[in-house]
């Protein structure tokens, strides 16, 4: 169900779609249709390109090359990881096909108004990046402006055919520079994310509960989603090892006292864990019916500080959307960061996107930036062979690089269901 802001923001893009679709149809030369998605091309885009390109950053666009390597190893490295765990997964733990596409509005995990702000964020500097990068090395920016359909679909520069000349490692400094921009302002905003963090720390040791399954006690007891328990019985509950080891010891009918963080006191009697786990060995298990999350545990995982190491930043912003869910119920036990929360999670999801889409266009996948600068680099190397051959040899090789990229992908969402339909 989407949020009125997600509504209102969809309805202005259309809007301005509708807008666009009756400025190009009474003849605007600045705007081409392909079907139904418009690009809008932007004169003033390429002088402010041309512009900053003077401004010379020749050691950016060496660093943007190195960059692009280190995040392709990278982000294969973690496809592997994830491919080889697909196979420990049931189906029902498999994830969503729609969790692959990095849209909001489509993807479950990403909200409409936070995730379009990061994406359209994320594109504009990309295409950027790439522009600038072209008129820095001396070559024609032929177009740029917006892609549109129903809301901003990306972005685009259009270099001049002189480009298809152009030297090897300029080539590769253009594809790499997308990226580059994007791990660029990943890594600012995440800096920004940690100074309004300063000070932001759990004011409530407890668990949060963040589901309530239905026909439960907890569900009879009036128990929601956001509640933190903060004690059982008059012992303290810190955290969710406290909460499993206490209930490890609750046989069915038993009645318990949980103490809230809002000074509610509500008595339980405990179901039987086997009727709604058909589990033998849980049979006469005490049982409440809800999930829950330390609010140390959630803390740690979305609250981001100046003393994180890289690899906890790059851990957090990835997983970020996996929290955001449950990260409404944390506001309830910390205090507000510097700003307020709305900036926070506006800056989590600039993050989010610029991350999500340097790695994905890092990868080894044509026509993506990663592997059209694959391609480049090996046509380069290959260049003793006779030119027929060579095309032959990097196409096949590009060809099998992006299917296999490809198949690691969708391995978590195809492998549990197809071992699922294999063993049965």
Not at 197 to 217: D, M
């Amino acid at each position: 169900m989407l949020e009125a802001p997600s509504i209102t923001v969809l309805i202005a893009c259309f809007l301005v779609y509708l807008y666009v679709v009756w400025k190009g149809l009474k003849g605007d030369n600045r705007i081409s249709f392909y079907g139904p998605v418009a690009l809008i091309r932007c004169r003033s885009c390429v002088e402010i390109i041309q512009k900053i390109a003077r401004l010379g950053l020749p050691h950016a666009a060496w660093l943007a090359v190195g960059t692009w390597i280190f995040s392709m190893l990278f982000g294969m490295v973690l496809l592997l990881q994830s491919a080889l765990g697909s196979f420990a997964l049931s189906p029902e733990q498999a994830p969503e096909p729609t969790t692959l596409i990095g849209l909001p509005g489509i993807n479950p995990l990403i909200p409409l108004s936070y995730g379009l702000m990061g994406l359209v964020t994320a594109i504009f500097a990309h295409e950027l990046a790439h522009g600038v990068t072209l008129a820095a090395n001396g070559l024609a920016v032929k177009s740029a402006g917006i892609v549109y359909f129903g809301m901003p679909l990306g972005a685009f520069v259009e270099p001049s055919d002189e480009f298809q000349n152009a030297k090897t490692l300029v080539k590769t400094k253009v594809f790499s520079a997308g990226s580059f921009a994007n791990f660029l302002i990943a890594f600012l905003t995440l800096l920004i994310l940690s100074s309004l963090s300063i000070n932001v720390s759990p004011t409530v040791r407890g668990i949060v509960v963040t589901y309530v399954a239905p026909e439960t006690p907890a569900a009879q007891a009036s128990i929601k989603p956001g509640d933190i328990i903060v004690g059982i019985n008059n012992h303290s509950i810190r955290n969710g090892s406290d909460f499993h080891a206490f209930m490890k010891e609750k046989k069915a009918g038993e009645n318990i006292v949980l103490h809230f963080h809002d000074g509610r006191r509500v008595t339980v009697t405990l179901a039987d864990r086997y009727y709604f786990t058909k589990n033998d060995s849980e049979r006469g298990m005490g049982f409440i019916g809800v999930k829950i999350v330390g609010v140390d545990e959630l803390s740690r995982n979305l609250m981001f500080s100046i003393s994180d190491k890289p690899i906890d930043f790059l851990r957090k912003i990835i997983s970020f959307p996996l929290y955001m869910e449950t990260m409404k119920y944390l506001e309830a036990a910390l205090p507000q960061p510097f700003g307020d929360w709305e900036l926070f999670y506006t800056l989590a999801w600039i993050a989010w996107m610029n991350l999500a889409l340097g790695l994905t266009n890092s990868l080894p996948i044509v026509p993506f930036d990663g592997g059209s600068a694959l391609k480049v680099v090996l046509e380069a190397t290959l260049n003793r062979i006779p030119e027929s051959r060579r095309s032959s040899i990097v196409n096949v090789f590009t060809l099998a690089v992006s299917l296999a990229t490809i198949a690691l992908i969708l391995a978590p969402i195809l492998v549990p269901r197809l071992k699922f339909l294999f063993h049965n």
